[in-house]
């Protein structure tokens, strides 16, 4: 249901009918209002809060919408029994020589003078008992005369009336012959009628033609919803729906706002609950029906549905690039953009004193609809980023060029960094609480940050992103794992009035991977396709699924939508917008400047090689700069260390890689190697150092 829909519903009162009547205002015996008490006139004189418009004629587009749709029923009915109209030919023929036999044995009694056989027959009778009566015999004979004469002359008239029409029509014009004909054949057709017998076909036109009450009716008494009546009731007075708006055209679907018969025992969570089996009793998809409760905040109740029936899949085709790529900067204390709904409308998420949780299958675009969040806190100069990665891949090494602090890889270097890193942020978020504490309340009257305190005291926005959770959480020792748990559950539940955002994803959101403790306090979650309720329930929350936030009704086709849930009682499905790999390595670069410029640029960021080397046009070799990034929490690497580590980072270009073609490689990038022999917790091996590493890039270039 539309905005402009839900706004034609005002909160009633008992016994009002659906019309908002104000309560009276007491001690104001001045004013006489025309709805007080004690006013005779009140109830002649109110107006009902009602739309003097149907809700296909409250706007332009919507009345060109039902017109389109009124059309496309025309052109449908046209062509459904324009094809049928051989058919109807031979039935209306047939019709016609049952008829003409109806009529041929109604008029026969007539034509044979049945009635003067039948006095004939009684004389003769008689006759036969009485032969010696004459008169008898003379009445005979003139009741026989008068048999043959009638009948001569009504076979006569039959006869001469036949042989006329026929040569009438031989000699008339071709298109009155057919005129004639027609006038002939349809009422002897209508006369061979019988009571089942239809001439036309009637079948009804698909759902994205036209929509009615009665197949709502029916698809909601097949789902259990509505009563059905006795066997032998008529069906017109079986319950019913109570449509309050529709259906009607609306966008590329039809819209319907409906209330369930009171008696039934059935709510609207009732039918939330059955979406599948009233999408299949419509004959559509379940993706195709968006169905919410109506609230009373909107006038509704807790049997007034909202439902929507698109087309076709309102979820496929090219998805719509993401507004943030053209943007020059952004402010993450503002909604951000973050995809379209099933009837095209912008959705958009707040994020401050929020946390979110991202779920799903791989390959489903759960990482880049994760990184849109990411993106607008790139544009947003005020906001830190503290980055971690446990697949290790591609998807995140653009955010070099701005994080704070980055954790690549799940191996045990990568997760001492990541545990360094929760400890770091929170000793800030205490550091954030003590100071806001001895703030005046003139200046800080919640409790929190907020924008003026954030620059004057240099406290900004930190987001704190971990793609792949799981991959931390399989990697570690049962103490570990169970320390990061309890640091990640603090950042989520105190952090957001320090200004911290936390942004986690996983692939497999069970309690092992993903403990219920961590994922019960996150605000907002969003889940691409999974493979069943339960696994939807994971992601989005208990009993989501039974009030129609399912992700599991997704299909692979689906890339980059997803169930959104942004409170106990609000979702919606969002196909995401697309922001692909180099439109996120671009605005990468571009918060990175916004931060140089802003005097914000901290952390790893600050001392990123790469990320320093291409800031100044230096284009460092790409050997060279994905083997810093293996190296990016080592001093000091063992050969198969990093060769493992290369091709985890790509496949493709390192899957062939020994230590003869690794050495040559960065040799002829300019790595001078002071030693070939490293040595690690004891152990010495083939490796390389950092520094030597590095040592490929101009000093002059560092020391920017």
């Known amino acids: 249901m539309t905005q402009g829909v839900i706004e034609l519903f005002k909160p009633t009162q008992p016994g009002t009918a659906g019309y908002a009547v104000p309560d009276p205002v007491p001690d104001v015996p001045a004013v006489e209002a025309v709805d007080r008490p004690d006013n005779p006139l009140a109830d002649w004189l109110t107006v009902p809060d009602v739309p003097v418009l149907p809700a296909w004629a409250r706007s332009r587009a919507s009345i060109l919408a039902n017109a389109q749709a009124l059309g496309r029923l025309a052109r449908w009915h046209t062509g459904y029994h324009g094809v049928r109209v051989p058919k109807y030919l031979v039935k209306t023929v047939l019709l016609a ?17 049945q009635d003067h056989s039948a006095a004939v027959k009684a004389l003769r009778a008689q006759v036969k008992a009485k032969p010696e009566d004459v008169e008898l015999a003379v009445r005979l004979q003139l009741a026989h005369l008068e048999r043959t004469k009638t009948r001569r002359w009504r076979f006569g008239a039959a006869a001469v009336g036949v042989s006329a029409a026929a040569v009438g029509v031989a000699l008339a014009d071709p298109l009155l012959q ?12 209508y006369l061979g009628r019988g009571k089942e017998t239809k001439l036309l076909d009637h079948a009804a036109p698909p759902l994205r033609v036209d929509m009615s009450a009665q197949q709502l009716n029916d698809a909601l008494r097949a789902a259990g919803l509505l009563k059905s009546g006795r066997a032998g009731d008529d069906e017109k007075d079986w319950p019913r729906v109570s449509c309050t708006m529709g259906p009607v055209r609306d966008g590329r679907g039809w819209a319907v706002i409906f209330d369930l018969p009171r008696g039934g025992g059935k709510t609207a969570s009732d039918v939330l609950a059955k979406r599948e089996v009233i999408a299949q009793e419509l004959g559509v998809d379940e993706i ?15 049997g007034r549905v909202s439902m929507w029936v698109a087309d076709d899949d309102p979820y496929l085709g090219t998805p719509n690039p993401s507004p943030l ?3 020059d900067t952004f402010s993450v204390w503002d909604p951000i ?8 409308n912008r959705i958009t998420v707040p994020i401050m004193w929020q946390s979110m949780f991202f779920g799903g299958l791989p390959r489903r675009g759960k990482t880049f609809t994760q990184r849109l969040m990411t993106a607008a806190g790139l544009l ?11 697949k290790g891949g591609a998807d995140w090494m653009p955010m070099k060029a701005v994080a704070h602090r980055l954790v690549m890889g799940a191996e045990d270097d990568a997760i001492e960094a990541l545990k360094t890193m929760l400890r770091e942020l929170l000793t800030e978020m205490e550091r954030r609480f003590a100071l806001l504490r001895d703030l005046p309340p003139s200046v800080c009257p919640e409790g929190k940050l907020t924008p003026e305190i954030m620059r004057r005291y240099n406290l900004p926005v930190i987001f704190v992103t971990i793609d792949e959770l799981q991959e931390y959480f399989t990697a570690m020792e049962k103490d570990d794992r169970n320390d990061v748990i309890n640091n990640l559950c603090r950042i989520a539940r105190r952090g957001p ?20 403790k961590l994922r019960e306090i996150i605000t907002i979650r969003y889940s691409t396709q999974v493979v069943d309720q339960t696994s939807s329930d994971m992601v989005l929350g208990k009993g989501k699924a039974a009030q129609g936030a399912d992700a599991s009704v997704l299909s692979e086709e689906h890339k980059g939508t997803g169930v959104l849930v942004t409170g106990p009682a609000s979702f919606v499905t969002v196909r995401a917008d697309l922001m692909d790999g180099p439109a996120f390595a671009q605005l990468c670069q571009r918060g990175r400047q916004l931060r140089i410029e802003a005097g914000q640029l901290t952390g790893d960021a600050a001392g990123d090689v790469t990320a320093a080397a291409d800031a100044a046009g230096f284009i460092v070799p790409a050997i060279v700069s994905d083997v810093l990034e293996v190296m990016r929490h080592s001093p000091r690497m063992f050969t198969t260390d990093l060769l493992n580590g290369l091709v985890k980072l790509d496949e493709d270009t390192y899957g062939d890689f020994n230590a003869e073609q690794l050495a040559k490689e960065l040799e002829q990038a300019g790595v001078k190697r002071t030693s070939k022999q490293v040595k690690i917790d004891g ?18 270039l560092l020391l920017r």
Do not use: C
């Not at 020589?97 to 003078?113: D, K, M, N, Q």
């Not at 057919?178 to 057709?189: D, K, M, R, S």
């Not at 968006?290 to 009373?296: E, G, K, L, Q, T």
């Open 97 to 113: 020589a049952r008829g003409f036999y109806r009529a041929t044995v109604g008029i026969w009694p007539t034509l044979s003078a």
């Open 683 to 700: 152990a010495n091996a083939a490796g390389y150092q950092r520094r030597d590493i590095e040592g490929a890039v101009p000093a002059e």
């Open 288 to 302: 195709q029906v968006i169905m919410s409760r109506v609230r009373a905040a909107q006038g509704g109740n807790a």
């Open 497 to 516: 009035a320090a200004g911290f955002i936390s942004n986690f994803a996983s692939q497999r959101p069970d309690a092992d991977s993903v403990p219920t």
């Open 337 to 344: 953009p973050f995809g379209q709904d099933a009837r095209g």
């Open 178 to 189: 057919v005129g004639i004909a027609g006038a002939v054949t349809v009422p002897l057709a």
């Open 325 to 327: 790529e053209k943007a």
């Open 380 to 390: 947003d100069a005020w906001v830190r980023h503290y980055v971690a990665d446990g």
